[in-house]
C-alpha cells in the first residue's frame, strides 16, 4: 500500500483544495490489488466527507476522475474483470466519441461499464468500512490538519501508529514546501516578464 509523505489542506494553484502528497515509486506493474488499494485511497476524502457532515461536495471531482480512470483500465485494458475476460482495448482518448471504430459492441460496452461500476461501487464501500472502524484516527488527522494546515510523516505516524509493513522513508516538509513557493513564485514572475514585453 502506498503511504502520504504530506497532508495539506492548504489550496493549491490548480484550485485543488488540499492534497497528499506521495513518495515517488519507481513502478510500472501493479496487481489487482494494488489498483483497488489506489482506488481506496482516493475514494477516501469523499468518503470521510460524507461520514462527517453527512453531505458531500464538489471538492472529490480529481479524484472521481482517477478511481473511475482505474476502474474502467481494470476491465477494458488489464483484463482484470471476471465477467469480462482477459481482453485488452486501447484507452479511448478523452472527449472524443469514436462509437463507429470501437472494437466492441454495445452489449459489451454495456457489461464493461457494469464491470467498472462494480468495482467502483466495492472500493467505495470498503473505504467507508475502514473509516468508520477508525473515526478516531480520523478525527485526530483533521483536528491536526486544522491546527497546522500541513502535516508531514512523522506527525502522521504519532497519530494513528507506524505502517502496518515497516517504516518508509521521509521527506522533508519545508524544504518541499520552500521548492512548491519557488516553483510559483518563479512562474508568476516569468507571466510578469510577459506582460510587459511588447507585441509584435
Known sequence: MRHHAQVSIAP??????GFAQMLPRDQHLFTKEQLFERMCMALGGRASEALTFNRVTSGAQDDLRKVTRIAYSMVKQFGMAPGIGPISFPEAQE?????GR???????QQMMDHEARLLVAKAYRHTENVLQENLDKLQAL?????????????????????????????????RWIDAQREKQDSGEEEAAEEARQPPL
Not at 493549491?12 to 483544495?17: D, P
Not at 470501437?102 to 459489451?108: A, E, K
Request: charged residues 20%; negative net charge.
Open 95 to 99: 472527449g472524443l466519441m469514436d462509437i
Open 12 to 17: 493549491r494553484t490548480n484550485a485543488a483544495l
Open 102 to 108: 470501437r472494437p466492441f459492441s454495445q452489449g459489451l
Open 142 to 174: 483533521a483536528n491536526a490538519l486544522l491546527e497546522k494546515e500541513v502535516i508531514n510523516y512523522e506527525d502522521i505516524e504519532a497519530l494513528i501508529g507506524p505502517p502496518p509493513h515497516g517504516p518508509k522513508k521521509m521527506i522533508a516538509p519545508q
